[in-house]
C-alpha cells in the first residue's frame, strides 16, 4: 500500500512565552525568555525558585465556566491550543468525516496539581472534600478525551506517556494513523502542567534543575559552559495533521510535511543518557531512512538542548556520530533556553518551532549562550535567528526511562 502523504495545516499554543503562536514565535525570535520566579505558590523554603509558567491565561476565553472546575490545568492549555491549532487549519464539518479525525495528546505527569490539592483537602478536611471529578481531573488521557468530545473526533484517541518524548512520540504516532489511512486528520501534541511543590521537590533532589535563582532569565542556557541544569515549564502545543490528499482538497495552506519519525529506548538507565548517545544515534538515524534522505540533506535541527550537563554534552556527541562532518555544516539550537522544559509538552511546541522554521525561513536562537564548550562545538544559532531557506529539519526529543523520538520536517512542494 502506498503511504499517504502528511502534512501539517494547524498550529496553536500555550507556553511560557505566550498564549498564541504568532506572539510565541515573536518573542521567541527576540530572544525573550518566560522564565521568571515561581508565583503559583510560595518558593521561599524551596532549593529551587523559578520556573517558566505561564501567564494571563484565561480559561474561559476557550472552554464553559461551568466546566473549568472538572479540568486540571494540563487539559485547559490541551484544549486551548486544540481550539487555536483547529481555527486555524480552517477545517469545518463539510470537510471532515469525524469517525476518521484522530486525537492523540500526549502528558508526562497528567493532573499532578489536582492530586497534590486533593490529598491535601482529604488531610485536611475528611472525605467530604473531595470533588466527584477528581480522578477525570488527573488522569493523563483526559485531554485527548475532552478534545475529542468538543470537536466531535470519534477517531483513533490515545495518551501518549513517554516523559520529555510525550509529544513528539505522539505527533509521530499521528503521523503512522494518517500514512497508513487510519485517519484523515489528527490532533496531535502534548500538554503539561507540573508546577507544584511537590513536582519541584522531586526535581530538585535529582539534582536535575538549574538553581539559579537571582537570575532566572539565564538560568535556562543550552550547549553554554555555564549550564547547570533545566528550567521546568508548563503549557501545550497541538499540531492539525492532515492527509495531503484531504488538505489540498479543501484547499488548506499547509506550513510543512512530516516525512520521517524514528522512536527507540536507549536501555541503559533512568534518568541519565547512555555515555556515547547510541539510543540517540540509532533514532536519528531511523528518522532519516523513514524519510528516504541522507544526513547532508538536513539543514536545521531543533535539539532537545536541555541546559544539563550531559544531555547537551550527549546530544551533541550523538549528532557529530549520525551527521559526520557534516554537523558542522548544521544549524543546531534549542529553544529551551526561551521557554524552559515543558516535559510531556516540550517536543510539541518544538515541532510548531521547527515548523515555523521551515515556513518562515528563520532558524530561531539558542539564548544565553556565552561560555562555549569545548565538548560542544557546533553552531547552535547563538542568541540571535539566522535567516535561512530550510528544506529539511530535524526534531529531537528524549525522555526519561531512556526513551527517544525524532521528527523530519520537510517544506511543503506540490
Known amino acids: 500500500m502506498t503511504k499517504k502523504r502528511v502534512v501539517i495545516t494547524g498550529l496553536g499554543t500555550v507556553n511560557p512565552l505566550a498564549n498564541n503562536v504568532r506572539d510565541t514565535w515573536s518573542a521567541l525570535l527576540k530572544g525573550e525568555t518566560g522564565i521568571d520566579?515561581?508565583?503559583?505558590?510560595?518558593?521561599?523554603?524551596?532549593?529551587?525558585?523559578?520556573?517558566?509558567?505561564?501567564?494571563?491565561?484565561?480559561?474561559?476565553?476557550?472552554?464553559e465556566k461551568r466546566d473549568i472546575k472538572k479540568m486540571s490545568l494540563f487539559i485547559q492549555y490541551a484544549m486551548a491550543s486544540t481550539i487555536m491549532a483547529y481555527n486555524d487549519?480552517?477545517?469545518?464539518?463539510?470537510?471532515?468525516?469525524?469517525?476518521k479525525i484522530g486525537v492523540i495528546i500526549g502528558s508526562g505527569m497528567g493532573g499532578l496539581e489536582s492530586i497534590e490539592y486533593y490529598h491535601d483537602a482529604l488531610l485536611n478536611g475528611g472525605i467530604r472534600k473531595i470533588s466527584p471529578f477528581f480522578i477525570p481531573m488527573t488522569i493523563g488521557n483526559m485531554a485527548s478525551g475532552y478534545v475529542a468530545i468538543k470537536f466531535?473526533?470519534?477517531?483513533?484517541?490515545?495518551c501518549i506517556t513517554t516523559a520529555c518524548a510525550s509529544g513528539a512520540h505522539s505527533i509521530g504516532e499521528a503521523y503512522r494513523y494518517i500514512q497508513h489511512d487510519l485517519a484523515d486528520v489528527v490532533i496531535a501534541g502534548g500538554a503539561e502542567s507540573t508546577i507544584t511543590?511537590?513536582?519541584?521537590?522531586?526535581?530538585?533532589?535529582?539534582?536535575?534543575l538549574s538553581s539559579n535563582?537571582?537570575?532566572?532569565?539565564?538560568?535556562?542556557?543550552?550547549?553554554?559552559?555555564?549550564?547547570?541544569?533545566?528550567?521546568?515549564?508548563?503549557g501545550a502545543g497541538i499540531l492539525i495533521l492532515e492527509s495531503y490528499d484531504h488538505a489540498k482538497a479543501r484547499g488548506a495552506r499547509m506550513y510543512a510535511e512530516i516525512v520521517g519519525y524514528g522512536a527507540n529506548g536507549d536501555a541503559y538507565h533512568i534518568t541519565a543518557p547512555s555515555p556515547k548517545g547510541e539510543g540517540a544515534v540509532e533514532c536519528m538515524k531511523a528518522a532519516l531512512k523513514d524519510a528516504g534522505i541522507s544526513p547532508e540533506e538536513i539543514d536545521y535541527i531543533n535539539a532537545h538542548g536541555t541546559s544539563?550537563?550531559?544531555?547537551?554534552?550527549?546530544?551533541?556527541?550523538?549528532?557529530?556520530?549520525?551527521?559526520?562532518?557534516?554537523?558542522?555544516?548544521?544549524?543546531?539550537?534549542?529553544?529551551k533556553g526561551a521557554t524552559g522544559h515543558l516535559l510531556g509538552a516540550a517536543g510539541a511546541v518544538e515541532a510548531i518551532f521547527t515548523t515555523l522554521a521551515l515556513?518562515?525561513?528563520?532558524?530561531?536562537?539558542?539564548?544565553?549562550?556565552?561560555?562555549?564548550?569545548?565538548?560542544?562545538?557546533?553552531?547552535?544559532?547563538?542568541?540571535?535567528?539566522?535567516?535561512?531557506?530550510?528544506?529539511?529539519a530535524m526534531s529531537n526529543s528524549f525522555g526519561f526511562g531512556g526513551t527517544n523520538a525524532v521528527l523530519i520536517f520537510k517544506r511543503v512542494e506540490n
Open 37 to 63: 520566579r515561581i508565583t503559583r505558590f510560595n518558593p521561599e523554603q524551596y532549593e529551587v525558585q523559578i520556573a517558566g509558567e505561564v501567564k494571563g491565561f484565561n480559561p474561559e476565553d476557550y472552554i
Open 89 to 99: 487549519s480552517g477545517l469545518s464539518s463539510p470537510y471532515v468525516n469525524k469517525e
Open 152 to 158: 466531535g473526533a470519534m477517531g483513533p484517541n490515545l
Open 197 to 208: 511543590p511537590l513536582a519541584f521537590t522531586g526535581f530538585t533532589n535529582m539534582k536535575a
Open 213 to 234: 535563582n537571582s537570575d532566572p532569565k539565564h538560568a535556562s542556557r543550552p550547549f553554554d559552559l555555564n549550564r547547570d541544569g533545566f528550567v521546568m515549564s508548563e
Open 308 to 335: 544539563t550537563k550531559y544531555n547537551d554534552q550527549i546530544e551533541t556527541l550523538a549528532i557529530k556520530t549520525v551527521f559526520a562532518d557534516h554537523a558542522y555544516k548544521l544549524a543546531v539550537s534549542s529553544t
Open 359 to 392: 515556513y518562515n525561513g528563520i532558524i530561531p536562537p539558542t539564548i544565553n549562550y556565552q561560555t562555549p564548550d569545548p565538548e560542544c562545538d557546533l553552531n547552535y544559532v547563538p542568541n540571535s535567528p539566522v535567516k535561512k531557506e530550510i528544506k529539511f
